[in-house]
T-cell receptor, first 110, second 112 residues
Framework: KNEVEQSPQNLTAQEGEFITINCSYSVGISALHWLQQHPGGGIVSLFMLSSGKKKHGRLIATINIQEKHSSLHITASHPRDSAVYICAASSNFGNEKLTFGTGTRLTIIP | EAQVTQNPRYLITVTGKKLTVTCSQNMNHEYMSWYRQDPGLGLRQIYYSMNVEVTDKGDVPEGYKVSRKEKRNFPLILESPSPNQTSLYFC???????????FGDGTRLSIL
């Protein structure tokens, strides 16, 4: 079982819909990252959080440390949000390893 | 402009021919890391470095070497490449692992 699990693997939605992508992890972490990868391949860091909630424009990331769960929400989704979204956990075991989920492929239909 | 630069972007080579993928960052970051990305497996960490002369294995270090002689550079070395190392490789840097990562544009390697 992967230490970081994402769901769903694929998600197709209509423009304007509210989107939720989930990430569960089984390891102790110092931080949880959300990344975005567009079809061209480049990877951009969206959020890094260790507690609570962060918001940037239409994107919101939350984390529940007790439940070892994080969610990425997109409000008023748009076709340009179509991308692969990846969560990653930074270890807190005295090293600085990063473990990734396998990603969620999001497609927003106009 | 703050950036992580990888070279080459694309490379096709043959089994056993040593190759180096360079990675350089201009943000004075302590942490640098190499990842490979494969369909169905996602991103996996190969090696990381917490500072100059400090490196450690990630989840898939076999067949790779790294060095960190200067803060800005973190080359990935394949001493004897094999076809199972055909992949898309990313270098990234940050102040620490738990801080936002800055990724390079990726290097697509094909080992025949």
């Amino acid at each position: 079982k992967n230490e970081v699990e994402q769901s769903p693997q694929n998600l197709t939605a209509q423009e304007g819909e509210f989107i939720t992508i989930n990430c569960s992890y089984s390891v102790g972490i110092s931080a949880l990252h959300w990344l975005q990868q567009h079809p061209g391949g480049g990877i951009v860091s969206l959020f890094m959080l260790s507690s609570g909630k962060k918001k940037h424009g239409r994107l919101i990331a939350t984390i529940n440390i007790q439940e070892k769960h994080s969610s990425l929400h997109i409000t008023a989704s748009h076709p340009r949000d179509s991308a692969v979204y990846i969560c990653a956990a930074s270890s807190n075991f005295g090293n600085e390893k990063l473990t990734f989920g396998t990603g969620t492929r999001l497609t927003i239909i106009p | 402009e703050a950036q992580v630069t990888q070279n080459p972007r694309y490379l096709i080579t043959v089994t056993g021919k040593k190759l180096t993928v360079t990675c350089s960052q201009n943000m004075n970051h302590e942490y640098m890391s190499w990842y490979r990305q494969d369909p169905g497996l996602g991103l996996r960490q190969i090696y990381y470095s917490m500072n100059v002369e400090v490196t450690d294995k990630g989840d898939v270090p076999e067949g790779y070497k790294v060095s960190r002689k200067e803060k800005r550079n973190f080359p990935l070395i394949l001493e004897s490449p094999s076809p199972n190392q055909t992949s898309l490789y990313f270098c990234a840097s940050s102040k620490r692992a738990w801080q936002p990562q800055h990724f390079g544009d990726g290097t697509r390697l094909s080992i025949l």
